[in-house]
């Protein structure tokens, strides 16, 4: 425990160090990573842990951020998908239904900031816009509400809907958002089409931080409070009752659980969470186009799912760290490595990279590891980094009146 | 005097196969079973009066109230839980777990109590778990209460679905065979167990079982079904000499050694 402790605090003292002596390198900032990792996850007394993590995610990241300011913009990127994969996990981790449309409910909430919030209205209502910077507080309540709206929308007609069926109508539900946005221009421009709505208005950072900081400590603010939200809907006969869903639809019901209404609040509360980011991400853009709403995030998303541990709350928010940091940090600076190898003409047993056909550009085998770690995930770990634990609970002694003469032991 | 339960003229076709036809059943008080071969129709009889199955013809009333296209969350809100045949736990939570999501249909709580962790909130949840923990204990799982449903032993797993039922507060309980594949003393362990329900809780249980040594000990009145019809009903030792019913055994070539000496 002594042991843990102190690694945890000189992990974290050393990588924080050499983030400020190497701002470039991508392995001191790797290196904070898993010091904040270690830290969360190391045997040392509760106080300490969280003490721990918000010197770090409040303090030192802000730092690092000043020092490369690249670091700070992937912490909030992580952020981000962190309450994607969190709204995510209660629809498919929690109440097993599998969505591959996920990211409509992200560009609902992208959209409908980005259409009032920017001079983009006045072509739909007249004059009078963008609306004040400061109703952006507001708008995060409207993402929340039509995210919510949007997922039950799409909860109604699919409610008879089980496993494969489920997923390839929610695969289309997201398409359809996305082409509508692409093609919402005409005959109203709602969308502006494929060109995208610009320039979005941001609220003032208060205090005199920098944008980047402010996106940073409003995207931490939100995840906390989705982690909490998270938790106590878990911990609650709503949680149960998902739980029950998943795992037998009709025992659930038999049991009085009523399926309609569970699984519509189930699709509402993931949707919810995405239309709040939706909001922030729009905002903290300040351009978005339908490109960022592909099917292909939607995957994204769900593998960090997945990867991190169906229905495990820990789980989501490190399957979202670690897709997150490996698409925009380790492959990309994996394939910026591979580059000035090729530009500097390295010889690897007697073949010359410079002569590598284009093909072969490095940049391209980013998606490659990307799904060669997936399988072998699914492989050797198909329960996920951090599994969902049951959680154990002390039983009080019953109370005397419930006590009856116990069932004669079975074992003759 | 009104019956508790009552079909009347129940019919349930499956394109052209008659699961179910015309059966009438009614009961008060006390323990119910309904027999036959397999294929009798006697789940599906079942799956009609937990509102699973929706009948072609006939009624079924439950406290004078009719039953028919009320869903299953409805049908167990108003006092009847069933166990199914091939046991239907949630196999990955914990027995506790299961015992509590069969408490749902009667928590007054909607989202915003859950959210806010109000004080109304957690003192129903402990509630809840008291009273899951009791039940368990009813059923002998005490102890089992954290272990994962698909790790604990058949007959435990069948106890737990006993227990999951009655978490509902039911009136009516329907039990799908719940001796099978239990020993002979388990079953006759479960079978005094059923009693002290109805004793302590004043349930009324519907069964289903093979277990003819269960059935004849335990039942107050046995119907007997056979191709979807009500061939024989009554108290268990008039029953079991019905010649329809030793017929309707007997007849079978395959296995009538084993059901002759089962019915003995």
Known sequence: MILHGVAAVGLLAVSGFAVATYPRSVLAFLLFQGAVLFAYLARIPPWLKWSLLAVALLGMMPIIGAYNGYYLEIATQVGIFVALALGLNIVVGLAGLLDLGYVAFYAVGAYAWAIYGSPHANLIFGGGFPLPAWTFYLFLVVGLAVGAVTGILLGLPVLRLRGDYLAIVTLGFGEVIRVLANNLDKPINLTNGPKGITPISRPPAPFGISYGEYFYFLVLLIVLVVILVNRRLEDSHIGRAWEAIREDELAAQAMGVPLVRMKLLAFACGASFAGIMGVVFSAKQVFINPESFTFLESIGVLAMVILGGMGSIPGAVLGATVVTVLNLQVLKGFSLWLNELKSAGVTILGFNLADLPTQFEPAKYERMIFGVILILMMIFRPQGILPARRRQRELAEPAPAAVQPQVEPTIP | ?264
């Open chain 2, 1 to 264: 005097m009104t019956s508790l339960f009552e079909a009347r003229g129940v019919t349930k076709r499956f394109g052209g196969l008659t699961a179910v036809h015309r059966v009438d059943f009614a009961l008060t008080s006390g323990i119910a079973s309904i027999i036959g071969p397999n294929g009798a129709g006697k789940t599906t009889l079942f799956n009609i009066f937990t509102g699973l199955y929706r009948p072609d013809e006939g009624m079924v009333t439950f406290q004078g109230r009719s039953l028919i296209g009320l869903r299953p969350d409805e049908i167990t809100a108003l006092g009847i839980c069933r166990t199914f045949q091939n046991i239907r736990l949630f196999r990955n939570m914990t027995a506790i777990e299961n015992v509590l999501v069969g408490m749902h249909a009667r928590i007054p709580l909607g989202l915003a109590p859950v959210l806010a962790r109000t004080a109304r909130f957690r003192r129903i949840e402990a509630g809840l778990w008291s009273e899951a923990a009791g039940l368990l204990d009813r059923v002998g799982l005490r102890r089992a209460a954290n272990e994962v449903a698909k790790n604990l032993p058949y007959g435990d797993q069948r106890r737990l679905e006993i227990a999951r039922a009655l978490a509902a507060r039911p009136t009516l309980l329907l039990l799908d065979e719940p001796t099978a594949g239990m020993t002979q003393s388990e079953a006759g362990a479960l079978m005094a167990l059923l009693r002290r329900l109805v004793a302590d809780l004043r349930l009324a249980i519907i069964l289903i079982e093979h277990n003819m040594r269960v059935v004849m000990e335990v039942s107050d009145r046995v119907t007997v079904l056979d191709h979807g019809e009500k061939i024989a009903e009554g108290p268990p030792e008039l029953v079991q000499s019905d010649p329809r019913v030793i017929e309707a055994y007997l007849g079978r070539a395959s296995w009538a050694g084993r059901r002759a000496r089962a019915l003995d």
